[in-house]
Protein backbone atom coordinates (compact mmCIF):
# COMPACT_ATOMS: atom_id res chain seq x y z
CA UNK A 1 0.00 0.00 0.00
CA UNK A 2 2.65 2.41 1.09
CA UNK A 3 4.84 1.48 -2.14
CA UNK A 4 1.76 2.13 -4.58
CA UNK A 5 1.20 5.48 -2.80
CA UNK A 6 4.87 6.87 -3.00
CA UNK A 7 4.53 5.88 -6.91
CA UNK A 8 1.09 8.23 -6.69
CA UNK A 9 3.10 10.83 -5.17
CA UNK A 10 5.94 10.71 -7.55
CA UNK A 11 3.87 10.44 -10.36
CA UNK A 12 1.98 13.66 -8.96
CA UNK A 13 5.19 15.59 -8.49
CA UNK A 14 6.16 14.80 -12.16
CA UNK A 15 2.67 15.91 -13.22
CA UNK A 16 2.45 18.99 -11.06
CA UNK A 17 5.73 20.16 -12.96
CA UNK A 18 4.87 19.39 -16.65
CA UNK A 19 4.46 22.53 -18.49
CA UNK A 20 1.14 23.67 -18.94
CA UNK A 21 -0.17 21.33 -16.67
CA UNK A 22 -2.32 19.57 -19.64
CA UNK A 23 -3.91 17.46 -17.38
CA UNK A 24 -6.21 19.78 -15.73
CA UNK A 25 -9.56 20.08 -16.18
CA UNK A 26 -11.18 23.23 -17.71
CA UNK A 27 -12.27 24.43 -15.06
CA UNK A 28 -10.22 22.85 -12.26
CA UNK A 29 -12.61 23.17 -9.32
CA UNK A 30 -15.24 21.37 -10.53
CA UNK A 31 -15.70 17.23 -9.96
CA UNK A 32 -17.81 15.48 -13.21
CA UNK A 33 -21.22 13.77 -12.30
CA UNK A 34 -19.21 11.18 -13.79
CA UNK A 35 -16.38 10.96 -11.35
CA UNK A 36 -18.54 11.99 -8.19
CA UNK A 37 -20.74 8.49 -9.30
CA UNK A 38 -17.63 6.06 -9.75
CA UNK A 39 -16.27 7.23 -6.64
CA UNK A 40 -20.06 6.75 -5.20
CA UNK A 41 -20.44 3.33 -6.54
CA UNK A 42 -16.52 2.24 -5.26
CA UNK A 43 -17.44 3.38 -2.00
CA UNK A 44 -20.06 0.96 -1.95
CA UNK A 45 -18.08 -1.94 -3.36
CA UNK A 46 -15.92 -1.71 -0.32
CA UNK A 47 -18.58 -1.57 2.17
CA UNK A 48 -20.10 -4.48 0.24
CA UNK A 49 -16.72 -6.23 0.78
CA UNK A 50 -16.09 -5.45 4.74
CA UNK A 51 -19.48 -6.08 5.02
CA UNK A 52 -19.24 -9.82 3.45
CA UNK A 53 -16.10 -10.37 4.98
CA UNK A 54 -16.67 -13.61 7.39
CA UNK A 55 -16.53 -13.00 11.16
CA UNK A 56 -17.30 -9.45 10.45
CA UNK A 57 -18.81 -8.26 13.82
CA UNK A 58 -22.03 -6.14 13.57
CA UNK A 59 -21.26 -2.96 14.38
CA UNK A 60 -23.26 0.62 14.26
CA UNK A 61 -20.06 2.69 13.54
CA UNK A 62 -16.90 1.52 11.32
CA UNK A 63 -14.04 1.94 12.95
CA UNK A 64 -12.06 1.19 10.06
CA UNK A 65 -11.70 3.05 7.10
CA UNK A 66 -10.89 1.73 3.62
CA UNK A 67 -9.17 3.21 0.99
CA UNK A 68 -8.52 2.90 -2.77
CA UNK A 69 -5.21 3.30 -4.53
CA UNK A 70 -7.14 4.63 -7.64
CA UNK A 71 -5.88 8.10 -7.81
CA UNK A 72 -8.02 10.95 -9.39
CA UNK A 73 -7.51 14.59 -9.47
CA UNK A 74 -11.25 14.77 -8.73
CA UNK A 75 -10.00 13.60 -5.17
CA UNK A 76 -8.25 17.26 -4.25
CA UNK A 77 -9.75 19.67 -6.61
CA UNK A 78 -11.53 22.20 -4.96
CA UNK A 79 -13.45 25.35 -5.97
CA UNK A 80 -11.95 27.38 -2.96
CA UNK A 81 -7.77 27.52 -3.32
CA UNK A 82 -7.27 27.73 -0.17
CA UNK A 83 -9.38 24.11 0.64
CA UNK A 84 -7.52 22.79 -2.33
CA UNK A 85 -3.81 23.75 -1.29
CA UNK A 86 -5.42 21.74 1.97
CA UNK A 87 -6.34 18.79 0.35
CA UNK A 88 -2.35 18.91 -1.62
CA UNK A 89 -0.94 18.97 2.11
CA UNK A 90 -2.92 16.27 3.25
CA UNK A 91 -1.77 13.71 1.12
CA UNK A 92 1.91 15.09 1.59
CA UNK A 93 2.77 17.03 -1.79
CA UNK A 94 5.40 18.99 -1.16
CA UNK A 95 5.34 22.69 -0.37
CA UNK A 96 7.67 23.35 -3.61
CA UNK A 97 4.86 21.66 -6.24
CA UNK A 98 1.85 22.89 -4.26
CA UNK A 99 3.23 26.28 -5.48
CA UNK A 100 4.29 25.92 -8.87
CA UNK A 101 0.10 23.82 -9.22
CA UNK A 102 -1.09 27.25 -7.84
CA UNK A 103 1.33 29.63 -9.33
CA UNK A 104 1.05 28.35 -12.86
CA UNK A 105 -3.00 28.12 -12.44
CA UNK A 106 -3.36 31.55 -11.01
CA UNK A 107 -1.22 32.94 -13.39
CA UNK A 108 -3.73 31.42 -16.34
CA UNK A 109 -6.72 32.79 -14.92
CA UNK A 110 -5.13 36.21 -14.72
CA UNK A 111 -3.94 35.31 -18.21
CA UNK A 112 -7.48 35.34 -19.34
CA UNK A 113 -8.59 38.19 -17.22
CA UNK A 114 -6.38 40.07 -19.09
CA UNK A 115 -6.68 38.62 -22.68
CA UNK A 116 -10.16 39.59 -22.85
CA UNK A 117 -9.66 43.56 -22.49
CA UNK A 118 -7.54 43.33 -25.56
CA UNK A 119 -10.65 42.30 -28.14
CA UNK A 120 -12.75 44.34 -29.40
CA UNK A 121 -15.53 42.23 -29.46
CA UNK A 122 -15.93 42.10 -33.39
CA UNK A 123 -15.96 38.70 -34.96
CA UNK A 124 -12.85 37.95 -37.10
CA UNK A 125 -13.18 37.89 -40.80
CA UNK A 126 -9.93 37.41 -42.71
CA UNK A 127 -10.82 39.81 -45.61
CA UNK A 128 -11.09 42.84 -42.96
CA UNK A 129 -7.88 45.28 -42.47
CA UNK A 130 -6.29 45.55 -39.07
CA UNK A 131 -8.20 48.69 -38.36
CA UNK A 132 -11.35 46.79 -37.83
CA UNK A 133 -9.89 44.93 -34.74
CA UNK A 134 -8.74 48.16 -33.25
CA UNK A 135 -9.93 48.88 -29.43
CA UNK A 136 -12.08 51.91 -29.51
CA UNK A 137 -11.22 54.81 -26.94
CA UNK A 138 -13.96 53.89 -24.62
CA UNK A 139 -12.68 50.16 -24.74
CA UNK A 140 -8.87 51.25 -24.47
CA UNK A 141 -9.63 53.37 -21.39
CA UNK A 142 -11.27 50.41 -19.46
CA UNK A 143 -8.74 47.94 -20.81
CA UNK A 144 -5.92 50.23 -18.73
CA UNK A 145 -8.26 50.58 -15.85
CA UNK A 146 -8.61 47.02 -15.50
CA UNK A 147 -5.00 45.89 -15.96
CA UNK A 148 -3.95 48.35 -13.60
CA UNK A 149 -6.66 46.62 -10.80
CA UNK A 150 -5.27 43.12 -11.93
CA UNK A 151 -1.53 44.68 -11.40
CA UNK A 152 -2.51 45.69 -7.99
CA UNK A 153 -4.86 42.30 -7.29
CA UNK A 154 -2.20 39.32 -8.59
CA UNK A 155 0.47 40.18 -6.29
CA UNK A 156 -1.95 40.64 -3.04
CA UNK A 157 -3.68 37.26 -4.15
CA UNK A 158 -0.04 35.04 -4.36
CA UNK A 159 1.10 36.74 -1.30
CA UNK A 160 -1.99 35.67 0.14
CA UNK A 161 -2.20 32.13 -0.95
CA UNK A 162 1.38 31.23 -0.87
CA UNK A 163 3.26 33.97 0.70
CA UNK A 164 5.59 34.63 -1.74
CA UNK A 165 6.10 37.87 -3.08
CA UNK A 166 5.40 37.94 -6.71
CA UNK A 167 7.54 39.73 -8.72
CA UNK A 168 10.86 37.93 -6.81
CA UNK A 169 8.89 34.26 -7.75
CA UNK A 170 9.15 35.49 -11.30
CA UNK A 171 12.94 36.45 -11.24
CA UNK A 172 13.81 32.96 -10.13
CA UNK A 173 12.55 31.91 -13.52
CA UNK A 174 14.12 34.85 -15.84
CA UNK A 175 16.55 36.66 -13.65
CA UNK A 176 18.92 34.87 -10.90
CA UNK A 177 17.83 31.54 -8.87
CA UNK A 178 20.75 32.41 -6.47
CA UNK A 179 20.61 35.93 -5.65
CA UNK A 180 19.46 35.71 -2.06
CA UNK A 181 22.48 33.14 -1.22
CA UNK A 182 24.39 35.45 -3.42
CA UNK A 183 23.67 38.78 -1.01
CA UNK A 184 23.09 37.16 2.17
CA UNK A 185 26.45 34.89 2.24
CA UNK A 186 27.59 36.35 5.14
CA UNK A 187 24.94 35.01 7.28
CA UNK A 188 24.88 31.17 8.49
CA UNK A 189 22.46 28.55 6.60
CA UNK A 190 19.91 28.94 9.81
CA UNK A 191 20.06 32.85 10.03
CA UNK A 192 19.94 33.38 6.27
CA UNK A 193 16.54 31.64 6.45
CA UNK A 194 15.20 33.00 9.39
CA UNK A 195 15.73 36.34 7.72
CA UNK A 196 14.17 35.55 4.16
CA UNK A 197 11.34 33.95 6.58
CA UNK A 198 11.19 37.56 8.21
CA UNK A 199 11.09 39.49 5.10
CA UNK A 200 8.21 37.26 3.54
CA UNK A 201 6.12 38.16 6.61
CA UNK A 202 7.30 42.36 6.63
CA UNK A 203 6.46 42.35 2.77
CA UNK A 204 3.24 40.34 3.36
CA UNK A 205 2.33 43.03 6.10
CA UNK A 206 2.88 46.07 3.82
CA UNK A 207 1.28 44.97 0.86
CA UNK A 208 -2.22 44.39 2.85
CA UNK A 209 -2.01 48.39 3.80
CA UNK A 210 -0.87 49.31 0.73
CA UNK A 211 -3.36 47.32 -1.30
CA UNK A 212 -5.89 49.77 0.00
CA UNK A 213 -3.64 53.04 -1.18
CA UNK A 214 -5.62 55.37 -3.48
CA UNK A 215 -3.60 57.57 -6.37
CA UNK A 216 -0.18 55.68 -4.78
CA UNK A 217 -0.37 57.77 -1.40
CA UNK A 218 -1.16 56.49 1.42
CA UNK A 219 -3.48 58.04 4.05
CA UNK A 220 -2.66 59.36 6.90
CA UNK A 221 -3.92 56.39 8.80
CA UNK A 222 -2.30 53.84 6.23
CA UNK A 223 1.39 56.32 6.58
CA UNK A 224 0.81 55.32 10.36
CA UNK A 225 0.47 51.53 10.04
CA UNK A 226 3.12 51.08 7.71
CA UNK A 227 5.59 53.26 10.10
CA UNK A 228 4.46 50.64 12.94
CA UNK A 229 5.34 47.53 10.81
CA UNK A 230 8.71 49.01 9.18
CA UNK A 231 9.53 49.46 13.34
CA UNK A 232 8.78 46.00 13.88
CA UNK A 233 11.12 44.91 11.22
CA UNK A 234 13.93 46.49 12.77
CA UNK A 235 12.88 44.67 16.27
CA UNK A 236 12.93 41.45 14.55
CA UNK A 237 15.81 42.23 12.75
CA UNK A 238 17.88 43.56 15.69
CA UNK A 239 16.58 40.31 17.62
CA UNK A 240 17.90 38.13 14.78
CA UNK A 241 21.05 39.59 13.97
CA UNK A 242 24.14 41.14 15.39
CA UNK A 243 24.52 45.18 14.68
CA UNK A 244 27.30 44.26 12.59
CA UNK A 245 25.10 41.80 10.82
CA UNK A 246 22.21 43.78 10.56
CA UNK A 247 24.15 46.43 8.89
CA UNK A 248 25.48 44.49 5.94
CA UNK A 249 22.10 42.90 5.49
CA UNK A 250 20.60 46.52 4.73
CA UNK A 251 24.02 47.77 3.08
CA UNK A 252 23.66 44.39 0.98
CA UNK A 253 19.68 44.06 0.00
CA UNK A 254 17.84 47.42 0.61
CA UNK A 255 16.41 49.64 -2.23
CA UNK A 256 18.49 52.89 -1.80
CA UNK A 257 21.88 50.81 -1.63
CA UNK A 258 20.65 48.93 -5.18
CA UNK A 259 20.29 52.66 -6.52
CA UNK A 260 23.54 54.09 -5.14
CA UNK A 261 24.97 50.58 -6.57
CA UNK A 262 23.56 51.74 -10.31
CA UNK A 263 24.12 55.74 -9.75
CA UNK A 264 28.09 54.63 -9.18
CA UNK A 265 29.00 52.74 -12.41
CA UNK A 266 32.13 53.60 -13.61
CA UNK A 267 33.28 55.30 -10.25
CA UNK A 268 33.91 52.13 -8.28
CA UNK A 269 33.80 53.66 -5.01
CA UNK A 270 35.88 52.46 -1.69
CA UNK A 271 33.41 50.87 0.94
CA UNK A 272 34.11 54.06 3.13
CA UNK A 273 32.64 56.23 0.27
CA UNK A 274 29.82 53.89 -0.26
CA UNK A 275 28.66 53.66 3.42
CA UNK A 276 28.69 57.69 3.56
CA UNK A 277 26.63 57.84 0.62
CA UNK A 278 24.09 55.12 1.51
CA UNK A 279 23.49 56.58 4.64
CA UNK A 280 22.31 59.77 3.22
CA UNK A 281 20.42 58.31 0.36
CA UNK A 282 18.59 56.05 2.91
CA UNK A 283 17.78 59.17 4.71
CA UNK A 284 16.01 61.02 1.75
CA UNK A 285 14.52 57.84 0.84
CA UNK A 286 12.68 57.79 4.14
CA UNK A 287 11.71 61.57 4.22
CA UNK A 288 9.96 60.85 0.61
CA UNK A 289 8.63 57.06 1.28
CA UNK A 290 4.91 58.48 1.95
CA UNK A 291 4.83 61.01 -0.49
CA UNK A 292 3.17 60.42 -4.17
CA UNK A 293 5.65 59.00 -6.40
CA UNK A 294 3.55 60.64 -9.53
CA UNK A 295 3.83 63.93 -7.99
CA UNK A 296 6.11 66.26 -9.94
CA UNK A 297 6.57 68.51 -7.12
CA UNK A 298 8.06 65.82 -4.30
CA UNK A 299 9.99 64.00 -7.47
CA UNK A 300 11.72 67.15 -7.86
CA UNK A 301 12.13 67.89 -4.50
CA UNK A 302 13.69 64.59 -4.11
CA UNK A 303 16.06 64.94 -7.26
CA UNK A 304 17.02 67.98 -5.69
CA UNK A 305 18.30 66.47 -2.68
CA UNK A 306 19.95 64.12 -4.04
CA UNK A 307 21.52 65.91 -6.27
CA UNK A 308 22.93 68.43 -3.60
CA UNK A 309 23.70 65.18 -1.84
CA UNK A 310 26.33 64.42 -4.86
CA UNK A 311 27.68 67.31 -5.07
CA UNK A 312 28.74 67.56 -1.30
CA UNK A 313 30.37 64.20 -1.81
CA UNK A 314 32.08 65.40 -4.99
CA UNK A 315 33.43 68.46 -2.85
CA UNK A 316 34.97 66.15 -0.50
CA UNK A 317 37.14 63.89 -2.91
CA UNK A 318 40.76 65.12 -3.43
CA UNK A 319 43.03 64.28 -6.34
CA UNK A 320 41.79 62.50 -9.79
CA UNK A 321 38.73 60.86 -8.08
CA UNK A 322 36.90 64.06 -8.57
CA UNK A 323 37.43 63.55 -12.49
CA UNK A 324 36.80 60.17 -11.86
CA UNK A 325 33.25 61.01 -10.03
CA UNK A 326 32.33 63.45 -12.78
CA UNK A 327 33.21 61.02 -15.78
CA UNK A 328 31.21 58.64 -14.37
CA UNK A 329 28.27 60.56 -14.10
CA UNK A 330 28.20 60.27 -17.86
CA UNK A 331 25.51 57.73 -19.16
CA UNK A 332 27.31 57.12 -21.80
CA UNK A 333 30.53 56.51 -19.78
CA UNK A 334 28.31 54.08 -17.36
CA UNK A 335 27.80 52.46 -20.85
CA UNK A 336 31.05 52.01 -21.99
CA UNK A 337 31.63 50.97 -18.46
CA UNK A 338 29.27 48.20 -18.39
CA UNK A 339 30.04 47.19 -22.18
CA UNK A 340 33.63 46.44 -20.96
CA UNK A 341 32.85 44.50 -18.06
CA UNK A 342 30.61 42.70 -20.40
CA UNK A 343 32.99 41.71 -23.19
CA UNK A 344 36.06 41.62 -20.87
CA UNK A 345 37.93 44.85 -22.38
CA UNK A 346 41.18 46.06 -20.60
CA UNK A 347 40.56 47.98 -17.76
CA UNK A 348 40.99 52.04 -19.72
CA UNK A 349 38.79 51.05 -22.32
CA UNK A 350 35.75 53.07 -20.94
CA UNK A 351 38.21 55.89 -20.27
CA UNK A 352 40.00 55.29 -23.63
CA UNK A 353 36.75 55.85 -25.89
CA UNK A 354 35.38 58.65 -23.82
CA UNK A 355 38.40 60.64 -24.94
CA UNK A 356 38.16 59.79 -28.12
CA UNK A 357 34.64 60.91 -28.42
CA UNK A 358 35.75 64.55 -26.76
CA UNK A 359 39.01 65.03 -29.12
CA UNK A 360 36.96 63.70 -32.74
CA UNK A 361 33.71 66.09 -31.88
CA UNK A 362 36.37 69.01 -31.28
CA UNK A 363 37.93 68.14 -34.33
CA UNK A 364 35.15 68.29 -36.21
CA UNK A 365 33.77 71.31 -35.04
CA UNK A 366 36.92 73.09 -35.79
CA UNK A 367 37.49 71.35 -39.24
CA UNK A 368 33.57 72.93 -39.91
CA UNK A 369 34.06 76.12 -38.62
CA UNK A 370 36.87 76.56 -41.07
CA UNK A 371 35.64 78.68 -44.49
CA UNK A 372 38.53 78.61 -46.66
CA UNK A 373 38.17 74.99 -47.06
CA UNK A 374 36.09 74.29 -50.42
CA UNK A 375 32.78 71.97 -50.09
CA UNK A 376 34.77 69.07 -51.96
CA UNK A 377 37.72 68.86 -49.83
CA UNK A 378 35.85 69.65 -46.67
CA UNK A 379 33.95 66.15 -47.43
CA UNK A 380 37.02 64.31 -48.49
CA UNK A 381 38.05 65.30 -44.84
CA UNK A 382 35.23 64.38 -42.85
CA UNK A 383 34.85 61.18 -45.09
CA UNK A 384 38.53 60.65 -43.73
CA UNK A 385 37.98 61.39 -40.13
CA UNK A 386 35.37 59.65 -40.19
CA UNK A 387 37.14 56.15 -41.60
CA UNK A 388 40.20 56.86 -38.74
CA UNK A 389 37.32 56.95 -36.31
CA UNK A 390 35.54 54.06 -37.10
CA UNK A 391 38.64 52.05 -37.37
CA UNK A 392 40.03 53.19 -33.52
CA UNK A 393 36.71 52.32 -31.85
CA UNK A 394 36.39 49.17 -33.68
CA UNK A 395 40.48 48.52 -32.46
CA UNK A 396 39.58 49.35 -29.02
CA UNK A 397 36.05 47.37 -28.29
CA UNK A 398 36.67 44.35 -30.48
CA UNK A 399 34.41 43.33 -33.44
CA UNK A 400 31.85 41.48 -30.81
CA UNK A 401 31.46 45.17 -28.63
CA UNK A 402 31.91 47.70 -31.65
CA UNK A 403 28.60 46.10 -33.13
CA UNK A 404 27.21 46.49 -29.93
CA UNK A 405 27.96 49.74 -28.92
CA UNK A 406 27.37 51.15 -32.58
CA UNK A 407 23.82 50.36 -32.07
CA UNK A 408 23.55 53.02 -30.21
CA UNK A 409 26.44 55.50 -29.76
CA UNK A 410 25.83 58.22 -32.84
CA UNK A 411 29.05 60.34 -32.21
CA UNK A 412 31.02 58.40 -33.92
CA UNK A 413 29.16 57.01 -36.80
CA UNK A 414 28.15 60.65 -37.68
CA UNK A 415 31.76 61.96 -37.70
CA UNK A 416 32.16 62.35 -41.08
CA UNK A 417 28.46 64.46 -41.28
CA UNK A 418 28.48 67.52 -42.46
Not at 109 to 122: C, E, F, K, P, S
Not at 151 to 174: M, S, T
Not at 376 to 381: R, W
Amino acid sequence: MRSRFAVILALLNVAALAAGFAFFRQYWGRQTAQDRKADEIELAAWKAKAAAAPGTPTRTRTEIVYKTNDFRWSQLESTDYRQYIANLRSIGCPESTIKDIILTDVMRLYAQRRGQYYHNGRAFKYWETNDKRKLKQPQIEERDKQLAQIDKELPAVLRELLGVNYERELNKYFVDTDDDDDRLAFLSDDKRAQVLSLRDQFEGKREQVRYGEADGKPSAEEAEQLRQIDQWREDQLSQLLSPAEKEQYELSTSSSADWLRQQLVGFSPTEEEFRGLYEKQKAIDESYEFQDPSDPAAAAAKSADEAQMMTDFKSALAGNRVGQFERSQDPDYQSLTLLSERYDLRSDAADTLTDMKQAVEEARQKLLSNKDIPPDKMQIALDAMQAETDKAVRETLGDKAYEQYAQSANWFKNAGTN
